[in-house]
């Protein structure tokens, strides 16, 4: 699957080998400007996940996400000149397909408590109470995808 705009194209990725794409805007966005941990950003889940990639015309990487096979949508990173410009959005929305597609129930996350409102908006509820991971307040949430 391949969703086009005029701005940017969103393609499945392989941790294999599209691992310093994903580590591009991973590293960025999470390292560098939300200060977490090095050595917190890649984890078990991410050679067994399904990622997703974002790219710009030039073909540059500028966001990512990922589903893991316990039934957790995390890692969406948007490079802070592309927010605001349906990036996370549309990465989001085609990751909520991919999960019904391969016929998931629900899709749950660790929404960082900034972004609570994005997830609301596409059917996420909030579940439990804030917790920290890594320094950043976060909030359990879910979406029931069928019956």
Same mark, same amino acid.
């Given at each position: ?19 310093? @794409?994903?580590?591009? !805007?991973?590293?960025?966005?999470? !390292? ?6 090095? #050595? ?16 710009? @015309? ?5 966001? $990512?996400?990922?589903? $893991?096979? #316990? ?6 990173? !948007? ?7 349906? !990036? ?8 909520? #397909?991919? /999960?019904? @597609? ?5 899709? $749950? ?19 439990? /109470?804030?917790? #920290? ?15």
């Amino acid at each position: 699957m391949s969703t086009t705009t005029t701005d940017f194209t969103l393609r499945p990725a392989s941790f294999t080998n599209d691992r310093e @794409a994903l580590r591009a !805007v991973r590293e960025t966005v999470f !390292v560098a400007e939300q200060h977490a941990p090095p #050595d917190t950003e890649w984890d078990s889940m991410d050679p067994v996940g399904d990622h997703m990639l974002a790219i710009n @015309a030039t073909g540059a990487p500028i966001g $990512t996400a990922r589903l $893991t096979p #316990d039934g957790r949508f995390s890692r969406l990173a !948007v490079l802070k000149s592309w927010r605001g410009k349906g !990036v996370g959005e549309a990465l989001l929305l085609a990751m909520i #397909d991919k /999960a019904r @597609a391969q016929g998931w129930t629900q899709l $749950t996350l660790y929404a960082q408590v900034a972004t609570e409102g994005f997830y609301k908006r596409h059917g996420f509820v909030v579940e439990g /109470a804030p917790f #920290d991971d890594v320094g950043i307040l976060h909030q359990s949430m879910r979406l029931k995808l069928r019956d």
